[in-house]
């Protein structure tokens, strides 16, 4: 008896280890399906459309600083004084026509006179000097600013050298494109119009498109369907029968 109670403990052991066994390979193929459909999820995720290839929020795309909060009105104060401020100037130098440097120098005068009175005032009504505070531009911000500046000419450069090169046809005729609209446009408006214009679209687009991203999104990505095809036959019957030689690079001596 003791013999066959020791032969059957090795079986319960083992038919444990069998369970056990189980247990963990299902718990393993759960998991790997549940992997798997993370993957499939994020997959399909990585496949939803975005304007102009966005991989990030909109505030990240402005720079996600103080810059993204004013653009998408985080801050409406200071949003709502900039976009005043641009209206202002641009109904006193379009609409009133008044020039910029009479503006700076009348400015100027009644800054000086206002402080000139209010010092000798003063000493008649026993009153405090007025404190002028000393102004200095600081080094850190200038110099942080002009090296962005020569970043983006530096890159605009390049852009328009990769494009007078002829490697792509379809980037030369989008950009010939937009600048002849752009000379269109520039002939209903003048530069301070335009630029007012500018800012305007700065001020509302973004917040518009933060808004109602998806739905732009998805109208976007079937306009662009559209265009290609249109695209598609142009080159066919027009694109394709230019005749064009091999590009060389020419290495500047």
Same mark, same amino acid.
């Given at each position: 008896?003791?013999? =066959?109670?020791?032969?059957?403990?090795?079986?319960?052991?083992?038919?444990?280890?069998?369970?056990?066994?189980?247990?963990?390979?299902?718990?393993?193929?759960?998991?790997?399906?549940?992997?798997?459909?993370?993957?499939?999820?994020?997959?399909?995720?990585?496949?939803?459309?975005?304007?102009?290839?966005?991989?990030?929020?909109? =505030?990240?795309?402005?720079?996600?600083?103080?810059?993204?909060?004013?653009?998408?009105?985080?801050?409406?104060?200071?949003?709502?004084?900039?976009?005043?401020?641009?209206?202002?100037?641009?109904?006193?130098?379009?609409?009133?026509?008044? =020039?910029?440097?009479?503006?700076?120098? =009348?400015?100027?005068?009644?800054?000086?006179?206002?402080?000139?009175? $209010?010092?000798?005032?003063?000493?008649?009504?026993?009153?405090?000097?007025?404190?002028?505070?000393?102004?200095?531009?600081?080094?850190?911000?200038?110099?942080?600013?002009?090296?962005?500046?020569?970043?983006?000419?530096?890159?605009?450069?390049?852009?328009?050298?990769?494009?007078?090169?002829?490697?792509?046809?379809?980037?030369?005729?989008?950009?010939?494109?937009?600048? $002849?609209?752009?000379?269109?446009?520039?002939? $209903?408006?003048?530069?301070?119009?335009?630029?007012?214009?500018?800012?305007?679209?700065?001020?509302?687009?973004?917040?518009?498109?933060?808004?109602?991203?998806?739905?732009?999104?998805?109208?976007?990505?079937?306009?662009?369907?559209?265009?290609?095809?249109?695209?598609?036959?142009?080159?066919?019957?027009?694109?394709?029968?230019?005749?064009?030689?091999?590009?060389?690079?020419?290495?500047?001596?």
């Amino acid at each position: 008896m003791a013999e =066959h109670h020791d032969h059957d403990e090795p079986k319960g052991e083992s038919l444990i280890d069998k369970i056990s066994g189980k247990i963990h390979a299902h718990d393993s193929s759960s998991s790997d399906s549940d992997n798997e459909k993370v993957d499939t999820s994020g997959s399909i995720k990585s496949k939803i459309y975005r304007l102009f290839g966005r991989e990030r929020p909109v =505030h990240r795309v402005f720079g996600g600083g103080k810059p993204a909060d004013i653009f998408l009105w985080r801050n409406k104060k200071v949003s709502g004084g900039v976009l005043g401020g641009a209206t202002v100037a641009w109904i006193l130098f379009e609409l009133l026509e008044y =020039h910029f440097l009479t503006l700076i120098c =009348h400015i100027c005068m009644a800054a000086l006179a206002v402080v000139f009175l $209010w010092s000798n005032a003063s000493f008649f009504i026993n009153k405090s000097l007025p404190h002028i505070p000393q102004v200095h531009i600081p080094e850190e911000p200038v110099k942080e600013i002009a090296t962005a500046l020569r970043v983006e000419i530096n890159r605009a450069i390049a852009v328009l050298r990769e494009i007078a090169s002829g490697r792509d046809l379809k980037i030369f005729l989008s950009a010939i494109a937009g600048l $002849w609209v752009l000379s269109i446009v520039g002939t $209903w408006f003048n530069f301070l119009t335009l630029l007012y214009i500018g800012v305007i679209l700065l001020f509302t687009v973004p917040v518009f498109y933060e808004k109602y991203d998806d739905k732009v999104d998805a109208l976007a990505e079937k306009a662009i369907a559209e265009i290609k095809k249109q695209y598609v036959v142009f080159d066919e019957k027009v694109l394709s029968k230019i005749p064009r030689g091999p590009l060389k690079d020419k290495k500047i001596a």
